[in-house]
DNA sequence: AAGAATGTTACATG
DNA sequence: ACATGTAACATTCT
């Protein structure tokens, strides 16, 4: 489910919801592989009391920074989702964790696919060098990306796709942003132009600051799909210009969108706009 | 009703 | 050391 779009809506989301600033009376793990690196009951007695002073994101991660300088990690990887409820109510059969809050209201964490994640660490590790820069920071200049990808000699999407070389892009923000620069999908990462570093570097950013304006992307109709804290749908689709589009007239040439499979991951690009020789 | 799915990681093979 | 491929995680959606 969720890209840099999307984590960046559900964090906006908690950091709205009133439950910064309250303590967390109770810890239930109802999925014991959910906590990371930790047996389920410790992580519940360590999380007990404490007080989530603000939310803020790395990557596809969440953080929930603690009062005791700790930080709560968290990774929603494909079907994760956080729903704020009320007082006593039941936890569904797919909520993998519950934390109370005083006050009453309770946070549930909605994993269908049961493969999101939570992790307590400290400040330091929450930092998370051993990912790539954040593709909206300051720093995040043409030639960053250009260092980025001079450094590979695979082809271009599975190195976006790589969390270490950048961090926060997701299987529809890369085919987005490689449709907006005119790029093959199976360009090598080291043969790009000057001029293409360019166009993709802005296309990256211009498609994931589009998709956060529009509360992320939501695809289909099913549960499993994304939606923010508030229960809303994304509204980023109508913006999407190849993913899952393929059989569709390209918005830019009128060409065909096509899929194909690269990386082992669906991929959809326009033949006429993305040639594979430039 | 089979195949694919917005993610990551460990392990195998070239 | 590097690149690429496969499987695993677990369940739902198309």
Redesign the pocket.
Known sequence: ???LP?VETIVRGLQKSGLVGKAICDVQVRWP?TVSHMAADPFAQRLRGRTITRFSRR??YIIAHLDNGSCLLI?L??TGQFHIEKEGTAAD??DQVVLAFEGGRQLHFHD????GRFELVTAQAAELPHLGPEPLAKAFTPAALQACLQ?????IK?VL?D?SVVAG????YADESLWAAGIHPKRRADSLTPAEILRLHHAIRQVLTRAIRRG???????????YSVTGRRGRNRDALKVF?RDGEPCPRCGGTIQ?L?V????THICPHCQPLQP
């Open positions: 489910m969720p890209e999307e592989r990557a596809k990774h990887r494909m059969t797919h269908t696919r049961k493969f450094k590979h000699r695979r082809i599975p796709l969390q892009i997701g299987n529809i992320g992307t939501s695809l289909g109709n099913g549960a499993t799909n994304f899952r899929r499979v990386a082992q991951r669906g």
